[in-house]
């Protein structure tokens, strides 16, 4: 069982930058992937980002790809997801989230085992 717990979330102005963390601790050692979700109000929660634990594969929403970029430290057992160019669009409550199934498919909330409280994030001026 794992614990995931995010921080880094707040308010920026458009085009400004934001980067959150993931804190995952407990039993680590068997993670496949670590992804980001998020969700706005009135609607569902959505695929950002996500890392392969071992190999680092990374994969991205067509929404966020080139300003968002996620990223791990295997040691300290942390994923990161720095976000550029934020738009008020990601205004949003992103959640981290782990799998340790190999065969997940990673871009689907349904593939991953362990949920973090979640962030906010606002974009505004």
């Known amino acids: 069982q794992m614990h995931l717990v995010e921080s880094g979330g707040g308010l920026v102005q458009p085009g400004g930058s934001l980067r959150l963390s993931c804190a995952a601790s407990?039993?680590?050692?068997?993670?496949?992937?670590m992804g980001w979700f998020r969700q706005a109000p009135g609607k569902e929660r959505e695929f950002v980002a996500a890392?392969?634990?071992?190999?680092?594969?990374?994969y991205y929403a067509d929404s966020v790809k080139g300003r968002f970029t996620i990223s791990k430290d295997n040691v300290q057992n942390t994923v990161y997801l720095q976000m550029n160019s934020l738009k008020p669009e990601d205004t949003a409550v992103y959640y981290c989230?782990?799998?340790?199934?190999?065969?997940?498919?990673?871009?689907?909330?349904?593939?991953?085992?362990?949920w973090g409280r979640g962030t906010q994030v606002t974009v505004s001026s």
């Open positions: 890392i392969s634990w071992r190999g680092g594969r990374t």
């Open positions: 407990g039993r680590t050692f068997s993670t496949f992937a």
């Open positions: 989230a782990a799998t340790d199934n190999s065969g997940s498919y990673v871009y689907t909330s349904l593939a991953y085992d362990y």
